[in-house]
């Protein structure tokens, strides 16, 4: 075993943070810190709650703070192994997030773009189709992105209706999501036969397991970021993408067990241990 300290991957998580009904910040710098990065957080908003199925949140919009963050980012010298967004408040929020990732990427930093819309074929509330526009912008400045299938049909510009539930016909779907710029791709909670959802990435793996019923918040937030910490700590994308559906169902299945009102999020905090095993043990390899 090395004994050399490893400097940590610094990452730019550009999110909005949500104080109650975890999601985004809430999950991303918890899983990263555990998963041995340091998580710089450039808030795109501030919500009491989520805007899924809780009324009355609160919203104050950061947009004009992200150009300021960002240069004052830039004039420290502070460079970035990864950025990382998701939710977005507006169109013209896209296209600043846009330009804070071509300010503070690097030609060998990794831009994870969650392309955060919408679920079960409808945009999020919030949402407007002019930011589908914006966001395939972003998508074509990313490397990965980790759409839902909703969020995969809004990007294709295709209907909900008429993406493929079946692995070789999938296949043809990562292949057109790439084709917008990111190198990979995966697709997150595609409902297959038998009651199985699971997840099929663009490096070839697939991954199933069986569906729990409710509509779980801040899943899709999790599974990007357990993503991500694994990349950084040196597993491919299969072996990331497998680590995130792994520790997503787990905190899904202890949810529903717990019986906690799944508006409110899930319980992923059991997780952390094994994901900063994970991450340990791969980063010794890298040592
Ligand atoms: O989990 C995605 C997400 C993130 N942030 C906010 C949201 C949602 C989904 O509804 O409302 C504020």
């Not at 084709?179 to 036969?193: E, N, R, S």
Request: charged content about 15%; proline content about 6%.
């Amino acid at each position: 075993m090395s004994h050399q300290t490893l400097v940590p991957p610094r990452i730019a998580a550009i999110h909005d943070l949500s104080g109650a009904g975890k999601c985004s910040l809430t999950i991303a710098l918890p899983v990263l810190s555990a998963m041995g990065c340091e998580a710089c957080a450039m808030p795109t908003a501030l919500l009491s709650t989520h805007t899924g199925g809780i009324p009355g949140f609160t919203y104050r919009d950061l947009t004009d703070d992200l150009p300021l963050i960002a240069s004052h980012w830039a004039s420290l010298g502070l460079t970035f192994d990864a950025i990382y967004t998701g939710f977005a408040a507006s169109a013209s929020q896209l296209s600043a997030i846009g330009e804070a990732v071509e300010l503070l990427r690097a030609p060998t930093t990794l831009v994870l773009v969650d392309p955060v819309m919408g679920d079960l074929g409808k945009l999020y509330k919030t949402y407007t189709p002019d930011m589908v526009e914006s966001m395939r912008s972003l998508c074509a400045k990313s490397d990965i992105i980790t759409p839902n299938l909703t969020e995969a049909a809004l990007l294709l510009g295709l209907p909900y209706e008429s993406l493929p539930h079946s692995e070789r016909p999938l296949r043809e779907t990562l292949r057109q999501l790439t084709a917008l710029g990111p190198h990979c791709a995966v697709i997150t909670g595609i409902p297959f036969d038998d009651d199985q959802i699971g997840a099929i990435s663009s490096d070839g793996g697939i991954i199933t397991h069986t569906a729990v019923p409710g509509v779980w918040h801040g899943t899709g937030d999790l599974f990007a970021s357990v993503t991500l910490g694994a990349m950084m700590a040196g597993a491919s994308f299969g072996e990331s993408v497998t680590l995130a559906g792994e520790t997503t169902y787990s905190a899904i299945n202890r949810t529903y067990r717990n019986g906690t009102d799944p508006r409110f999020g899930v319980h992923f905090e059991a997780e952390l241990g094994k994901l900063c095993q994970f991450a340990a043990k791969r980063r010794e390899k890298l040592g």
